[in-house]
């Protein structure tokens, strides 16, 4: 999760909501990313869909099964749809997501008995960490609103 927290560092420091992500293969970092869909103008760049590129791109193939996720924030459905389908073993995320996570937040996707797979998932990995530098975030795009518009309108993170 370290690592998943230096790659959301990056995001941080490129204007792009600080989340990292982290794909681990018996023992071994194979694929790293974080968020850039400001960057690339690609509302599917999420750090997990990066990730799950790069690793079956590593595997020379699209599924993932004896691979494990590691991401600061809980996927969104877009990401968890992605992580189904690719077969992800683990998902161990840092902060739930309560107004759109789908690992559990506010759906369970990844564990849908209806489905044909279901991960494992671990939440709450370095939690303080991940919820600090997504609060510290957006209250500093709040804070750079321009022209009366806020550019961020919520973090779905738990209160407090």
């Known amino acids: ?4 927290l230096r790659q959301a560092s990056r ?3 490129a ?3 600080p ?3 982290v794909i681990v293969h018996e023992g071994s970092v194979i694929a790293r990313a974080w968020n850039q869909v400001e960057m690339l103008k690609d509302a599917t760049a999420h750090a997990e869909m990066l990730a799950l590129t790069q690793a079956q791109s590593f595997m020379e193939d699209w599924r993932l ?3 494990d996720l590691y991401v600061t924030k809980e996927p969104c459905p877009m990401c968890a749809g992605a992580i189904m389908h690719c077969r992800v073993r683990r998902v161990i995320f840092g902060c739930p997501d309560v107004k759109g996570g789908a ?5 369970n996707l990844l564990q849908a008995a209806n489905l044909n797979h279901r991960s494992e998932v ?8 991940c919820v600090g530098m997504l609060k510290s975030f957006f209250k500093e795009a709040r804070a750079k609103k321009s022209n009366g518009v806020i550019r ?9």
Request: charged fraction near 30%; glycine fraction near 18%; proline fraction near 3%.
């Open 1 to 4: 999760m370290r690592e998943a």
């Open 11 to 13: 995001a941080y420091k």
């Open 122 to 129: 671990t939440s709450g990995v370095l939690e303080e960490e």
């Open 103 to 107: 690992a559990g937040g506010f759906w």
């Open 15 to 17: 204007e792009e909501v």
């Open 19 to 21: 989340i990292g992500a």
């Open 65 to 67: 099964t004896e691979c």
């Open 152 to 160: 961020f309108e919520g973090d779905g993170l738990p209160a407090g």
